[in-house]
């Protein structure tokens, strides 16, 4: 919200609050370009300061319109390849009672909009494949306009591009008949001008490195995790695999027992020989937007789940309408719709639920570490080092400054932490303990050493104030965080 925020007003995409931080400046090619998230969520923001409103409450409202806006897509996408209503709810239904959809339509982040965006794009290459014999093949130029189309999603997030790369690829050539390599060259040469403009651009901008002033070192953490780049590690797919089957189980249970029941069904049905086993079209198409999300996407974020599920949900919807027919499907959507209501209607939150407790604890616990800085001359602000979960709080504050932990993971340059502190006149430290798990960010060894040698706590209260290591789906919220408040000596 804050970087978008400053990319409507200034133009670049920056964190204002990052000092010591590349980020201050910019995060470069890849990720400064995000206009269509700076447009919904920037916008708005850039009317309203942050010190009048909760920003984070302002990015919910956007997220929510956007979530109600991909229930509608998926069933219309679903109603337009199935020509059934009943089909198109369930599909609804499958999204809408799923922890990831729960989860990122109730946050701040643009999860949803590339949801969106990879559903819609799934949906108009499905429809570009029924009318294979009934258009001309596509030429070089329509070959070219896909790809610099799909290129130009870059502008939504880098992760729509990785969602539909391939089988936006996959699409040309199926549609280019005889012609397959001049489509090829053709498709290819669309990321080439794409990203030619967008350096351009970019440069005029101030913005010449792909992620920014730090971007080798500081993103080396984010490329580690794209299973692709080690496609030939049995390990590491191993391992993403088993990542992947445990966020399923934790956020997308639906999907495991929609799909359990339709590999049953397919497995009789195929054994007394009364469907067809050829793969359509559409299905290769899917499978190939599903191979980008597992191999292109990092598995690490649990958010990341949300890109792939509506996808999915049309995927449940075909093979539903190939699977059964008249009341069999009626009876069969009707099953299944139970445990999916169940599980549903089990993790709806209460009206003052475990992260409404989670939020107000922690709102009150940075307001009264704030009351207990000392402020000598009404005209300086302290300022105040925070980490995210009382940026929000920090920057409500008007009598103090906030600086973000952001260049621990992207430096402007190396230094130790002890110097950045001292050279941005940091005053205050505000640092989340956690027993759960103590290094759950990688800034905390670094800042919670340097408070070590030159920080004295001030101030510590315990509570719940994170979901760090907790589920907003159990009771039990375990054992409790510490916000403490720390005075850099002079």
Known sequence: MIEFRTQILHGVFRHPY??????????????????????????????????????????????AIFAFTLLVAVYEIVRRVTSDRLIGMFCVLLLLTSRSFLLTSHSARYDILNALAIVIGVYLLMRGTKWNSLRSPISMRRAFMIGLAVTASMIITVHVTLCLAIASFIFVLYRSDQKKIIAAIGFCIGPIVFISILIGISILRGQSTLF????????????????????????????????????????????????????????????????????????????????????????????????????????????????????????LIAATSIPLLVFGFLDIPGVHGRGYRIMTDNYQAVGAALSEIERPDSNAKPLVLAFNPAVHEVLRDTTVRLMT????????????????????????????????KPDYMREIGPISDAMKRIGTLVWERPGYFTDIGRSYFHSDLSTPDTLQLYRIHD
């Open 18 to 63: 990052a000092l010591g931080s590349s980020l201050a400046n910019g995060s470069g090619l890849v990720l400064g370009n995000m206009w269509v998230p700076a447009i919904f969520y920037g916008i708005p923001a850039s009317f309203v300061g942050p010190e009048k409103m909760d920003i984070v409450l302002l990015g919910r409202t956007v997220t």
């Open 212 to 331: 920014g002033s730090a971007g080798t070192n500081a993103f080396a953490f984010n490329l580690h995790d794209i299973p692709a780049l080690r496609i030939y590690s049995r390990s590491v797919q191993f391992a993403n695999l088993a990542q992947r089957w445990k966020t399923f189980s934790a956020f997308g249970i639906g999907y495991l027992i929609v799909f359990g029941v339709q590999l049953i069904a397919a497995s009789i049905a195929f054994l007394r020989n009364k469907v067809p086993t050829k793969i359509s079209p559409r299905a290769v198409i899917i499978l190939a937007v599903s191979f980008s999300w597992f191999e292109l996407e990092s598995a690490a974020p649990t958010s990341y789940l949300i890109y792939i599920l509506p996808v999915l949900s049309v995927a449940a919807g075909l093979e539903l309408m190939r699977l059964a027919k008249g009341s069999l499907r009626t009876w």
């Open 405 to 436: 932990t952001h260049f621990i993971e992207f430096p402007a340059k190396a230094e130790r932490v002890d110097s950045v502190l001292c050279n941005q006149g940091v005053q205050y430290v505000l640092l989340y303990r956690s027993a759960i």
